[in-house]
Each structure stands twice: as structure tokens, then as C-alpha cells.
């Protein structure tokens, strides 16, 4: 299997991806049409990426069968066009969930204690203990999450470390399959990011990037907040409205902490212009969240992991972008000796009438000499056209029809 990595990645999971009997070509600076262009002159089987994006172009240009994503999101891969294609999309989550969770507690910090600031005054020869004796403290301040996902509970974790009351808004707990009292961490349940915003003193951010969340955090939410609050994103840029987070830190004296921005360069280096980078009271990091020898190491650990297991038996760890349902209808349950052609027969008639086959299984006995085939379809075969089935091939044993609830 041949694996292309268009990313830095770590010299451990080159070895350990070479280790599971992959050809690896390692090309950490391919980008766009030339990208594109790699994928399509190497043949890869599987392309593995970090923030590169991974566009239509690219997906089409090749024979990839497999996208790996080295980190938590998987926004910068066009998953309908993998989908499409039926190419696997996967991600490694969970495993940067304590370095991000470090970020955003040591932004925390320097917003209480205005670290920056102690720190470019002592450079700048300024001795000035008496103004920067003045910080609130964090023991007994209650921090809002938005979001309670690997990275929000590792937060969670930090927080009551330090004495924080914690409050949370997530839809995990909305179905009832999780509840609240028996998390770790004590916290209460909020009704809405505004309701988390209404009663917390810190608010941080930990949602993922999608079709709901993108622009969640408005000017509702940042009205909500007490005046002098702190806030927190080492999320996704997008989830948040950065006009109306700017427009908070002016009017309502916000302290804020940001390790992503609306509009980043797409390099490792570059030139910067954001005017909520610039104001007095937030203090940004430059989108490193996960950048950690420990995280990138364990990141590179599930890479190999994921790598190999599609590799060795054919199963993708972490998949995003199978069906959570089918069009299937019914499920056609087919009893039959082990042999040659009795699912090709089974098969042709379900072509022959236009029925679409959605999924199937094929389970052997012991002592293989007979299997129960379960075949999901998109329309319910006729009683005719199943007796016809069934009389067709003298090694189908039983053969009968299931409603898909």
C-alpha cells in the first residue's frame, strides 16, 4: 500500500507506517495543483494530511481509497466529494485533546495575570509591580464550556484542579444516554450557549466545526456575558462571530485568549493583519493548539494504527463519512450451503428487477458448509420474484424478507 504524507509529520510514524509494509513517500510541502498533481504521478493509496487542505481537484486526480486527517477536525477535507468517490475519510480524535486543553488553560492564565504584559515591560526595561499586582485569581470563578468532547473534558478536568466551578452546554447530554451526575468532574447543565454565557465568569470554547455550530457563538451569547469576563477559543475560528466577539472586547471590557483567527495564512509563515489581534486586552497564540512533541507523537501512533488496520483487514478506524442510514428498506435474509454462484444468482435477480443492494453480510457455520447471507435492499422484492429466487438455485435452503424499522 502505497501512503503519500503531504504534512510534517513525525519520524516515528514514517517508521511505523514503513514498519506495517507501506511505500512511503514523504512530501511535507505539496500543496494545491501540486498536490493534486503528486497524487495522481505516485498512485497513492492513501494520502496522509494535517491542515492541508484536501480539495475536490485532489481526489479526483488519483486512486487514493483512504484520507487520513493527522488530528481531531476534518474540515479541510471535502468529505462529500470523498464520499462521493468512496474514499475513506478518517481522523485521529482524542489525541491531541490534552495539548489543546494545556493551550487553553495557559491562555487562561495569562489573561488573569496579564503575563504578555509583565513580560514585554521587564524586555522593555519597565519595573511596574504595582499595576500588575492586580489580577482577579481563577479559585472559585466559574468557567462556561461550550462543547464537552475529549478536549472540553480534559479543560473540565483542569478547571476543578483549580477550583472552578464548571458549567456546561453540549448536545451529548440531550439524548439522556449521558447524564450529567455521572461525569468525573461535578458541573451543571445549561440550556443554551447564551444560558453557559449568563452564568459563568470564563467562557472557552470546544466545538466542533459544522453545519450547526458554524457562527454559534454570536452577539447573543457575548452579551450574556458579564461585563469583564474572560473568553477563551481553541476551537474553530468559525464557530465564532469575530465581529461581534471585537465589538464585545470594546464595549463590554472583555479579556479574551485566541489560538485561531478568521482569516490565517496558509503557511507555517507568513504576514498577519487582524484587527482583533491588536487590541490591548486579547492575547493570541499562532494556531498551536495541538503542537506538542507529546501530541504529535500520539497522533502519529493512530495514524499507523489506522493505516495498518485498513491495510491488514480492510476496516478503516475512525471513518467520518459512512452512512449513519441507508436508503434500505428491507433486509433479505438468504440460508444457503456454502457454494460458488448462490449470492451471484441471489444478485442477478436483484439487478434484473432494478433492486439496489445497500449492504450485505455473508456468516459462515462452523465447519463451513452453510451461511445466512443478510442483504439490505432499497425495495422490497415481489413474493414472486423471491420464490423465483429461491426455486432457481437448489443450494438456497430458506429465504425470506425483513422490514427495516
Known sequence: ??????????????????????????QPDLKDDALAQAIRDTTADVLVVRSTSVTRPMLESGSLSLVVRAGAGYNTIDVATASARGIYVS???????????????????????????????????????????????????????????????????????????????????????ERVDDQP?????????????SQCDVLSVHLALNAETNGLVNASVFGALKPGSYFINT????????????????????????????????????????????LRTVYGTHHIGASTDQAQEAIAAETVRIVAAYQHTGKVPNVVNLAKKTPASHMLVVRH???PGVLAHVFDHLRANN??????????????????????????????????????????????????S
Open 91 to 177: 481522523n485521529c480524535p482524542g489525541r491531541n485533546a490534552i495539548a489543546v486543553a494545556e493551550l487553553a488553560f495557559a491562555l487562561l492564565l495569562a489573561i488573569d495575570r496579564r503575563v504578555p504584559d509583565n513580560v514585554a515591560e521587564l524586555r522593555a526595561g519597565k519595573w511596574n509591580k504595582k499595576e500588575y499586582s492586580k489580577a482577579r485569581g481563577l479559585f472559585g470563578r466559574t468557567i462556561g464550556l461550550l462543547g464537552y468532547g475529549n478536549i472540553g473534558q480534559e479543560v473540565a478536568k483542569r478547571a476543578h484542579a483549580f477550583g472552578m466551578p464548571v458549567v456546561v452546554w453540549s448536545r451529548r447530554f440531550a439524548t439522556g444516554k
Open 1 to 26: 500500500m502505497r501512503v503519500l504524507i503531504a504534512d510534517k509529520f513525525e519520524q516515528s510514524g514514517i517508521d511505523g507506517l514503513k514498519a506495517a509494509g507501506c511505500d512511503v513517500l514523504y
Open 355 to 404: 433492486i439496489n443492494v445497500q449492504e450485505t453480510e455473508n456468516v459462515i457455520f462452523e465447519g463451513a458448509q452453510a451461511a445466512v447471507a443478510r442483504i439490505n435492499v432499497d425495495v422490497a422484492p415481489r413474493d414472486a420474484l423471491l420464490h423465483e429466487m429461491q426455486e432457481g438455485n437448489s443450494d438456497i435452503l430458506d429465504l425470506h424478507l425483513v422490514t427495516i
Open 235 to 278: 476551537a474553530r475560528a468559525e464557530v465564532v462571530d469575530y465581529k461581534a466577539l471585537e465589538t464585545a472586547v470594546r464595549e463590554r471590557d472583555l479579556r479574551v485568549g485566541l489560538d485561531v483567527y478568521a482569516a490565517e495564512p496558509t503557511g507555517a509563515t507568513g504576514d498577519f493583519t487582524d484587527a482583533i489581534a491588536s
Open 185 to 197: 468532574v461535578p458541573m451543571r447543565l445549561a440550556s443554551s450557549p447564551a444560558d453557559v454565557a
Open 337 to 339: 450451503r456454502d457454494r
